[in-house]
């Protein structure tokens, strides 16, 4: 395949310089626009023409060269950053297989038999994000679509299983729960999706994975979906996919990240000091701009105290931990997505996956611990090809956070500030060598000192 920077792209394509490649498999021409992906054997001009109305100006990468194999009905692996516009790339070929199934006579989607379509995702936030795309996209084409995940009561979630839907979406351990009990079939499904599965393989799933796919005949279509590629995302793509196209979109290195995100650092005495930059330099940006803001901490009791602290403040803000019920969870997502909070303070859980439009900013208030973690987190803003900025608070004694940002910076091509180089050398300190305070005439007795 042409590498991407030869092309000139305009306002009718999607305006990104990664590059693309395909890893292996058979190479397709990339549908890049609206009018490339409409035609006989392709997706039909009125679903086109809604993405259009929706304000879709073009195909993002993944979705111009994973169109075209997945509607010849191969199998692919996709590899590319959260924030691609993978959800659709792999939905909408998902709906149109199914309705010519059912054109053919050859899918009757019912209780008895399962759905058609199957989507796993690792936790229950990304599954909820995806039932919604699917809800949302899926029923012009009168595609239903369900959602179970853990957390949450199974009753509920049954009956909509009840209902047939053509599509569900799926956290490994609810679905193998329903597998077990019968309150669900896989013996018909034509489809199989699995999104973020380095993440899920991060998360020990893969068992859950093995016993799913053993319920699903070996006759299907797969896409596979990972923003990075370890060898066991590798061993998991040997196992479930038939001679796949391989699409890679940008580095698999796990320190790249979008080159759309500006990351700086704020240099910090104490905790006060945080406060002071979120309340005279965060808020009053996000006041002026409307936008929206995620503050990463690493603990749920810090998570909690902010969200206490602010809130009674009068800031807009959220909270998302995993001490919260599903009630509370859904209910600060939907605030934060509807910009009815303007502040969502989370714990990781957030960093992956979570596709929110208007996130101004990604604040670290607590700087991440490795490389993967950060990307992830930062990786909230600046996605489909809008632009954000990442803020990381970092003592002078910070000096593994501070490795971590350089070393992201430094692939991102961002030049690296001084601040930064001087606390990852460990001469990020206030020392001077010179007597200061009450010491700077030359004794501290005079000055309040001991004697």
């Known amino acids: 395949m042409a590498e991407e920077s030869t ?24 549908w890049r626009s609206w009018d490339a992906c409409s035609g006989p054997w392709k997706f039909p001009a009125g679903l086109m023409q809604f993405l259009l109305s929706a304000g879709f100006k073009s195909p993002t990468q993944i979705q111009a060269h994973t169109w075209p194999v997945l509607m010849d009905g191969k199998d692919v692996i996709g590899v590319a950053k959260t924030g691609s516009g993978k959800t659709l790339g792999y939905l909408l070929p998902g709906y149109i297989k199914v309705k010519r199934e059912q054109m053919k006579g050859h899918c009757d989607v019912n209780h008895a038999n ?15 994000q995806i039932f919604e795309e699917s809800d949302r996209f899926g029923k012009p084409a009168e595609i239903k679509t369900a959602c ?22 799926a956290t490994p351990g609810r679905l193998t729960d329903f597998l077990r ?24 799933f893969k068992p859950q994975i093995d016993e799913i796919t053993s319920y699903i005949p070996p006759e299907r279509q797969t896409a596979l979906y990972t923003a990075t590629w370890p060898k066991e995302v590798k061993q998991i793509a040997d196992t479930l996919t038939r001679t796949p196209t391989h699409i890679q979109v940008g580095s698999t290195d796990s320190a790249t990240t979008n080159a759309d995100i500006t990351q700086n650092v704020v240099k910090i005495n104490n905790e006060a000091d945080k406060m002071r930059f979120l309340e005279e330099d965060i808020f009053p940006m ?23 602290t602010l809130s009674k ?38 960093q992956r996956g979570l596709d929110i439009k208007n996130v101004q900013c990604v604040i670290n208030y607590d700087a991440a611990g490795n490389v993967e973690d950060y990307v992830h987190r930062i990786g909230r803003t600046g996605r489909a090809g809008e632009k954000g900025d990442a803020y990381t608070l970092l003592y002078d004694h910070d000096r593994g956070p501070a490795q971590v940002v ?18 990852v050398e460990g001469g990020g ?14 004794g501290g007795k005079g000055g309040g000192g001991y004697g």
């Open 148 to 169: 179970v995940f853990g957390g949450a009561p199974k009753h509920p979630q049954v009956r909509c299983l009840w209902d047939g839907p053509h599509c569900v979406c």
């Open 406 to 423: 350089m070393t992201v910076m430094r692939k991102s091509g961002q030049e690296v500030p001084p601040m930064l180089k001087e606390i």
């Open 181 to 204: 009990d019968g309150s669900i079939k896989l013996s018909h499904i034509l489809y199989l999706v699995l999104d973020e599965a380095d993440r899920m393989l991060d998360m020990g």
């Open 286 to 308: 996000l006041q002026r701009s409307g936008g929206c803001a995620l503050l990463f901490v690493k603990t749920k009791k810090t998570a909690h105290q902010l969200y206490e």
């Open 429 to 442: 300190s206030n020392l001077t060598g010179q007597w200061t305070g009450r010491y700077s005439k030359g």
């Open 114 to 128: 399962g759905p058609a379509m199957l989507v796993m995702a690792p936790t229950r936030e990304l599954c909820q």
């Open 313 to 350: 403040a009068g800031a807009p803000i959220v909270c998302l931990h995993g001490d919260l019920d599903q009630m509370r969870r859904d209910q600060s997502l939907y605030a934060f997505k509807n910009g009815k909070a303007k502040v969502l303070v989370a714990t990781d859980v957030a």
């Open 7 to 30: 092309v000139v792209w305009g306002d009718t394509q999607w305006k990104d310089d990664d590059k693309v490649r395909v890893i292996h498999g058979e190479t397709y021409e990339p």
